[in-house]
């Protein structure tokens, strides 16, 4: 089996207190956190993880939340260009879930196999109030899988003959799913967003790395929101604690670095991976 090489995409960005994505640690503190994607590359084929937010649902610079915002599928062709790519290059895609800032833009990969769970599709199309609220799922999207020529939709785990293994983590939503990638270093997680941060599944860190690269001082977590520190955007803790507790075991190792998350800025300033 081919061994993977990593590339996290930038689709733009949200800029969001930090305390809305780490129970309420830090609230006076705004970060920009970005809108991430990730190209998998084995020699043979071209994977994206995820599809970014539409640029329609970016309303007077405000997303998610009524929160400052940039994106759209112009920032999806410039993170391809960057990797020397096109829409048509892209072989597969695999949606880590369908939320709007994750598979705004699927109308630009008819010809991929697409690849999303069960139970994210059927969130989709029965949102709970609270995810109608903000739109957690853009109102085109369902549509928009509709006009897709090759749709793999599957029901719990997976192990794809190319190597990848895909594992549902829910709680975040109903059918997000977590992606190992192994690679020459060891084995990649890529987790959507359960957790959207590392901080969350590690929450005794007490340092933040923003975009850019400067590290500044953050909350570590109070022995009282250990192991795990959820956020607002956690529909179903009994899931989510399951979902976490998996997350722990697929990496290489139960460290930051092989957690790559839907939101750290970390993760794009590396950029390569494997
Ligand atoms: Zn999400």
């Known amino acids: 089996m081919k061994l993977w090489k990593i ?14 994505l780490a129970a309420g640690l830090d609230p006076d503190l705004l970060i920009d956190f970005p809108y991430t994607g ?3 590359r084995n020699g043979d084929e071209n994977v994206l993880v995820d599809t970014g937010i539409h640029a329609d649902h970016i309303v007077d610079g405000r997303a998610w ?13 410039d ?4 990797e020397g790519l096109t829409p048509e290059d892209i072989d597969t895609v695999i949606y880590t879930h369908l939320h709007n800032d994750h598979a705004g833009n699927a109308l630009l990969f008819p010809e991929a196999k697409t690849y999303f769970q069960k139970d994210e599709y059927t969130n989709l199309l029965n949102p709970l109030p609270t995810q109608k609220i903000r739109e957690d799922f853009d109102p085109r999207t369902p549509g928009d899988l509709a006009r897709l020529k090759h749709i793999y939709m599957f029901d719990g785990n997976l192990r794809l003959p190319n190597g990848l293994e895909l594992y549902k983590v829910p709680g ?3 059918g997000s799913i977590a992606i190992v990638v192994p690679t020459a270093e060891g084995r990649y997680v890529i987790t959507g967003d359960i957790p959207h941060l590392g901080i969350a599944l590690f929450p005794k860190l007490d340092t933040y790395e923003l975009l850019g690269g400067e590290c500044i001082p953050i909350t570590p977590a109070p022995d009282n929101m250990m192991p795990y520190l959820f956020n607002s955007v956690i529909y179903d803790h009994y899931a989510a604690y399951d979902s976490y507790n998996l997350l722990k ?10 957690y790559l998350t839907g939101h750290d800025p970390w993760v794009i300033n590396r950029h390569s991976f494997g």
């Open 7 to 20: 590339s996290s995409l930038y689709y733009g960005k949200i800029t969001v207190p930090k305390g809305n």
């Open 38 to 40: 990730f190209l998998l």
């Open 65 to 77: 939340g009524g929160c400052p915002a940039e994106g759209g599928a112009s920032f999806v062709l």
């Open 79 to 82: 993170a391809l260009a960057k």
């Open 172 to 174: 975040h939503t109903s």
């Open 249 to 258: 075991c697929l990496a290489e190792a139960f460290e930051p670095k092989w």
